[in-house]
């Protein structure tokens, strides 16, 4: 049986929250609340563990992307038992300046990604976050 307040429903809401928190480069405390302190994060770019590696993470991001739009197309939990893996699609758009260009540049990806969420004190946590792949759209810059 799935724990208070963990059902598919909870973390269908729960991802969206996370992509308004990550769009609104909320303070680290808070994106915090949303994963467990022994997380796995894996990125294109590296593999980030616990509080520690997400913050380092977060605050690179935080400083390079701007005007963040992330949409959720599909959130497909299956819990087990005190878990539940979740398939994540979501569309990133964002924009970069890469000094001393002239002008920003438009990013846009399809992401594909796999969660593995727990419950917590407030609601869902995320313990393992995996991008499968980012696929570039139609005229996207190069990250």
């Keep these: 049986m799935a724990a208070q307040g963990f059902t598919e429903d909870a973390i269908r809401g729960f991802a969206e929250k996370w992509y308004v928190a990550l769009d609104q480069h909320v ?16 990125v294109p770019e590296d593999t980030f563990l616990g509080h520690e590696g997400f913050s380092g993470w977060y605050e690179a991001v935080t400083h390079r992307f701007f005007d963040e739009v992330h949409t959720v197309t599909k959130v497909e939990p ?13 569309n990133w758009q964002a924009r970069i300046w890469d000094p001393p260009a002239a002008r920003s540049v438009w990013l846009g990806f399809d992401a594909d990604q796999t969660w593995v969420v727990v419950p917590g004190p407030q609601g869902p946590r995320i313990s393992r976050y995996t991008v499968n792949e980012l696929a570039p759209m139609p005229g996207s810059a190069s990250l």
């Design 27 to 42: 303070e680290l405390a808070q994106v915090l609340e949303f994963i467990t302190e022994d997380l796995e994060f894996k």
């Design 78 to 90: 299956v819990i087990e038992g005190d878990k539940a893996v979740v398939r994540v699609l979501v």
